[in-house]
């Protein structure tokens, strides 16, 4: 059973940055895709970015450009560099696994994480 640990979230201005970290057991993210995903209340779980098995990062429209995912094999970690932060950043991110392609639905992904809470004042 992969379990998926996420942390680093918290308060932070408009135009901060935080870095989420999410932690696996096992050697899950260097033959897993990765996913960290996010959910506003009121609001369907949405694809932030994601990793493919060979460590190929993808993120989505709405965060190119800020947000950097990237992933350290050896500590089995992935983590999610988020720069230039807005109020719409605001929601619970998740860290998942997927045993095949790397996808952006949440419904594909085998394993999660609890999440960790991120919001964006200004």
């Known amino acids: 059973q992969v379990q998926l640990v996420e942390s680093g979230g918290g308060l932070v201005q408009v135009g901060g940055s935080l870095r989420l970290s999410c932690a696996a057991s096992?050697?899950?993210?260097?033959?897993?895709?990765m996913g960290w995903f996010r959910q506003a209340p009121g609001k369907e779980r949405e694809f932030v970015a994601g990793?493919?098995?060979?460590?190929?990062?993808v993120p989505a429209d709405s965060v190119k450009g800020r947000f950097t995912i990237s992933r350290d094999n050896a500590k089995n970690t992935v983590t999610l560099q988020m720069n230039s932060l807005k109020p719409e950043d605001t929601a619970v991110y998740y860290c998942?696994?997927?045993?095949?392609?790397?996808?952006?639905?949440?419904?594909?992904?085998?394993?999660w994480g609890q999440g960790t809470q991120v919001t964006v004042s200004s």
């Open positions: 998942a696994a997927r045993r095949q392609i790397l996808t952006s639905s949440p419904r594909d992904y085998d394993y």
């Open positions: 096992e050697s899950t993210v260097s033959s897993y895709a």
């Open positions: 990793l493919t098995r060979t460590g190929i990062p």
